[in-house]
């Protein structure tokens, strides 16, 4: 298939020949007229197989020029980094067309963001809460939504935004076109397809678990942290091979925990992401990979989703994820738009569960590296690694459901207050403004004197 089997129009054809793109991807081949012809879709694909444009392929083909002030079509994402995103790759594919792009998300002036949203604008991208505030302010009106997307819904439930979107869906009109894109399908998302969809039409490419042909993938069997350390500083050695490396840990105390052990190896050439990391910095991190300026970027799971990062060289994964879909999500940050990639898992004796639970899922074996000889074996161990020593039958040590609670009534006023002490010192205060203390006696007699 190609595009001009595509339904679309002149400005999209030549913004597509400018990005070289030359076939639509299997999500775009599919979802062209079923979001076309309006009725609720459900996509399950993952990032990296092109599912940007195939939402908006359709919605711009059919989004005809306006000067009204209100949004037509809102798209709702999980990280500001998204909304950043998904508003380059529209205004790509607008380069041609008379459209207002808008993306908002928080962390930043909501000021700045009322005045642009005054302008007026025809797409508008955002993450939940930053919306919803902006909705209830008034500036910005959502009865003329026509279209709203909801992409990377998994990820957005998984965060905890389920009440957020409820709440938007209540301020949209009734009748409008929902689409929705999520890399996998759980629980949580066919509770939300089932309240809120109406019988929407299905596309999906391939199972979740298919690992794309492209990428290279290859394991290590490794005893601890530190020694997953030495093996990781010795591979990066190699400049030239890992040109461009993603790392991924499970949580933010192992990102920082990393970060500091590469840092002594690779100051320069080295950023991290996690959600306890400032927006500012998490988008200087991002933007510094990308460009090339850093060679490797350590991130968490949640961070990382998603992004669409050009000529990922290696996506390492320092640990093993608990659950294979996680492990999925990991590699598809590399072998991108057809381009080759290679993946590498590090795992402890602990983690041989996962790896088959992740071998299972793409019905494969991932083949095993040996770890080289120059590499150190070390012996030490983090506090996680370290066995947990559990006291049994402690006859005196009370069991958690034994512990006092807290009183059942209030405290009465006079036992509310604070014992801030030296009540001698604070009168003085309070009456010759200066602290004085016994020492000081004969301070006003002196002055008086003068
Ligand atoms: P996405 O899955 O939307 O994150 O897109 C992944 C990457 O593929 C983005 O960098 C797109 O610019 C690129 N891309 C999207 N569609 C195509 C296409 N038809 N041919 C080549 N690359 C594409």
Excluded: W
């Excluded at 595009?3 to 400005?11: A, R, S, V, W």
Aim: proline share 5%; charged share 30%.
């Amino acid at each position: 298939m190609t595009f001009q089997d595509l339904n679309l129009n002149t400005p999209l054809y030549n913004a597509i020949d400018d990005l070289g793109f030359t076939t639509p991807t299997p999500i775009q081949a599919q979802a062209f007229n079923v979001v076309a012809s309006g009725k609720d879709v459900v996509g399950i694909a993952q990032t990296g197989t092109g599912k940007t444009f195939a939402y908006m392929l359709p919605i711009l083909r059919h989004l005809k020029y306006s000067t009204q002030e209100n949004p037509r079509v809102l798209i709702l994402v999980p990280t500001r980094e998204l909304v950043v995103q998904v508003v380059d790759e529209i205004e790509k594919l607008s380069k041609y067309i008379n459209n207002r792009v808008l993306g908002v998300y928080g962390g930043t002036n909501i000021n700045t963001q009322k005045r642009a949203i005054a302008e007026g604008l025809d797409i508008l991208v955002a993450t939940p809460g930053r919306l919803y505030d902006l909705a209830l302010s008034h500036v910005l009106q959502l009865k003329s939504i026509q279209k709203l997307v909801i992409d990377e819904v998994d990820v957005m439930l998984d965060l905890g935004f389920r009440h957020q979107l409820i709440n938007i869906f209540d301020l949209l009109p009734e009748r409008r076109q929902n689409i929705m894109f999520s890399a996998t399908m759980t629980q949580d998302v066919d509770i939300l397809i089932n309240d809120f969809f109406k019988s929407p039409e299905r596309i999906s490419i391939a199972l979740s678990g298919t690992p794309l042909d492209n990428i290279s993938q290859h394991r290590y069997n490794v005893p601890n942290f530190y020694t997953k350390v030495n093996l990781l500083v010795h591979l990066l050695q190699d400049e030239k091979h890992f040109n461009k490396v993603l790392i991924f840990v499970a949580y933010k105390r192992m990102a920082d925990r990393l970060f500091e052990k590469l840092d002594e190896f690779f100051k320069e050439e080295l950023c991290v992401i996690h959600s306890n990391k400032t927006q500012n910095y998490r988008l200087r991190s991002i933007e510094q990979f990308r460009e090339g300026h850093n060679r490797i970027l350590v991130a968490t799971d949640v961070m990382a989703r998603g992004l669409d990062i050009d000529n990922v060289s290696h996506v390492i994964n320092f640990d093993t994820p608990e659950y294979p879909e996680n492990y999925m999500h990991r590699i598809g940050r590399t072998g991108r738009a057809e381009r080759k990639g290679e993946t590498l898992i590090f795992s402890t004796e602990k983690e041989q569960d996962p790896i088959e639970h992740i071998e299972r899922l793409m019905k494969m074996e991932i083949p095993i590296l040996p770890i080289p000889d120059s590499v150190t074996i070390s012996t030490e161990l983090i506090e996680e690694e370290r066995p947990q020593i559990k006291e049994r039958n402690n006859p005196t040590k009370r069991r958690e459901e034994d512990a006092p609670g807290p009183a059942f009534h209030e405290k009465k006023a006079k036992n509310q207050k604070e014992n801030l002490g030296g009540s001698y010192r604070r009168e003085i205060a309070k009456k010759y403004k200066k602290p004085k203390t016994r020492g000081d006696k004969n301070y006003n007699k002196r002055h008086k004197k003068k």
